[in-house]
């Protein structure tokens, strides 16, 4: 899950640059052709993972993939508004709907811990928002929209991951996503970079891989509800990146709300990896003795 984090971030530095001369589906075009680039690659080179491609999920890759090019394209669209603590903040209402939405799509068991750790998570990002009438501006409203959508993609992925590899995942994600984002685009589009602006693009397409094949893994390895509130340390980081780069204002309030965001996260991790070891041994109880008599 760090590799996504970090991914994320290197993203939003990168749209924010090539947004000096792209439009914001023309930088998710770049991002999807040249994540189609690598993908295609290795299935050429390899046959394992050609071998992995084929999904008899089809409508639902189609419908992960149009949701989540709609909210990348609203997530985009804020950073160019808003600083990007408070974009990335306001996108962890995410969290909250993915696990309403885990129950009835996934089945899986909601804990009071794992409750927990939402809770604190928002609680920290409303310490961070400290919610007024500034926050309440049309940009914002994106973003929570944008939120939606990503939650329905999060749980779809998890999906997905029950019978697809990651490779296939990501593939069909690129080679899905191109050609509706081409469809905003102006055809000539790459001939508007510079040069300097290279590098973003490379940034933007090899993080855009990055973080959905680390999500994935994380799905793979745990449930949605335990995966998804670690994406809360996105937050601090973020926040730290906007003061660094852009000189946008950081105070107590990010680091007052990233120490709740974490301190959920910590006490979730404690409590699951309690439960996964079982229920502690009694070492006064007497041990029952076997049915069979012991060996002479």
């Given at each position: 899950m760090s590799g996504a984090l970090l991914a994320f971030s290197a993203m939003a530095v990168s749209v924010r640059v090539l947004a000096e001369t792209l439009s914001v589906m023309e930088i998710l075009a770049a991002r999807a052709g040249l994540g189609l680039v690598v993908m295609a690659t290795l299935a050429a080179l390899r046959a394992d993972l050609r071998s992995t491609v084929f999904s008899r999920h089809l409508p639902l890759h189609v419908f992960r993939n149009t949701v989540h090019l709609g909210a990348q394209y609203l997530w985009a669209k804020s950073l160019l508004l808003l600083p990007l603590a408070t974009v990335f903040a306001l996108e962890f209402t995410a969290p909250a709907w993915a696990l309403l939405l885990a129950l009835p799509?996934?089945?899986?068991?909601?804990?009071?811990?794992?409750?927990?750790?939402?809770?604190?998570?928002?609680?920290?990002?409303?310490?961070?928002?400290?919610?007024?009438?500034?926050?309440?501006?049309?940009?914002?409203?994106?973003?929570?929209?944008?939120?939606?959508?990503?939650?329905?993609?999060?749980?779809?992925?998890?999906?997905?991951?029950?019978?697809?590899?990651?490779?296939?995942?990501?593939?069909?994600?690129?080679?899905?996503?191109?050609?509706?984002?081409?469809?905003?685009?102006?055809?000539?589009?790459?001939?508007?970079?510079?040069?300097?602006?290279?590098?973003?693009?490379?940034?933007?397409?090899?993080?855009g891989?990055?973080?959905?094949?680390?999500?994935?893994?994380?799905?793979?390895?745990?449930d949605a509800s335990v995966v998804v509130p670690l994406d809360f340390l996105r937050i601090p980081l973020i926040a730290v990146v906007g003061w660094w780069m852009y000189g946008e204002s950081l105070d107590v309030f990010v680091?007052?709300?990233?120490?709740?965001?974490?301190?959920?996260?910590l006490s979730n991790l404690r409590s699951e990896a309690a439960r996964a070891l079982g229920p502690p041994i009694d070492m006064e109880k007497p041990v029952a003795k076997a049915a069979h008599p012991d060996p002479p």
């Open positions: 799509v996934l089945g899986e068991r909601m804990t009071a811990s794992r409750i927990g750790a939402v809770v604190l998570g928002l609680m920290g990002v409303l310490v961070i928002l400290r919610p007024g009438l500034q926050t309440f501006q049309p940009a914002a409203l994106l973003v929570l929209l944008a939120a939606l959508g990503f939650a329905i993609a999060l749980i779809t992925t998890k999906k997905l991951t029950r019978t697809d590899t990651n490779f296939a995942i990501i593939f069909w994600m690129n080679l899905i996503q191109l050609p509706l984002a081409l469809l905003g685009s102006h055809p000539l589009f790459v001939t508007k970079l510079t040069l300097g602006q290279l590098p973003a693009v490379v940034a933007v397409g090899i993080s891989l990055a973080s959905h094949y680390c999500l994935a893994n994380a799905f793979r390895a745990g680091f007052t709300g990233a120490g709740l965001i974490i301190t959920g996260i």
